[in-house]
């Protein structure tokens, strides 16, 4: 099982490419879909919670999973198994980048990656909401949270603060 979780989050670290939220729906794939350790609402529930601890996101629900699955070496599996690639990929690319940057093809890769990156987010985002809109009450307290944070900048802390009295008086 550890070899498992370990090659699962060494896949997902390894193919998903441009931080924590594009891997979001990988990891629902091969946690909820492919091997069943979860089901979908568990897993929108840790990367709630994971947005709220420090850390790259990506990291934190892979070590939530990792516990939940295996306890804490069961964590510490899935930590090194999702970070060891961006390890070994940014070594690679450190000794190369240099060299290549300027380059046409170079350049022109790089350019490649930005819309799918855009679509992975997209991709975990509906993904995260088909299980987090449940009801209008979490419709709205997505939609008043939006507002506050797009127009008037208010600091995601506070917002987290304003989600969670809210879930406790009327949720």
Do not use: H
Not at 13 to 19: D, H, K, R, T, Y
Not at 20 to 39: C, T
Not at 106 to 135: C, E, M, Q, Y
Request: with cysteine.
């Amino acid at each position: 099982m550890l070899w498992q979780m370990f090659t699962t989050f060494f896949k997902i670290g390894l193919f998903s490419i441009g931080g924590g939220y594009p891997m979001l729906s990988m990891i629902q794939q091969e946690v909820v879909v492919k091997n069943q350790w979860l089901s979908s609402q568990q897993v929108t529930d840790m990367i709630a919670i994971s947005q709220m601890t420090p850390g790259p996101i990506a990291i934190n629900v892979a070590t939530f999973i990792g516990y939940r699955q295996a306890g804490v070496l069961g964590s510490v599996v899935t930590t090194l198994g999702v970070v060891f690639p961006s390890i070994i990929l940014m070594l690679l690319i450190t000794l190369f980048y240099l060299k290549l940057r300027g380059k046409g093809w170079f350049d022109a890769i790089l350019k490649g990656l930005r819309p799918l990156v855009i679509g992975l987010i997209v991709a975990a985002a509906w993904l995260t909401a088909k299980s987090a809109f449940v009801d209008w009450f979490g419709v709205a307290v997505f939609a008043v949270c939006f507002i506050l944070s797009l127009r008037y900048k208010t600091n995601p802390v506070l917002l987290m603060l304003i989600a969670g009295i809210a879930g406790i008086a009327f949720g």
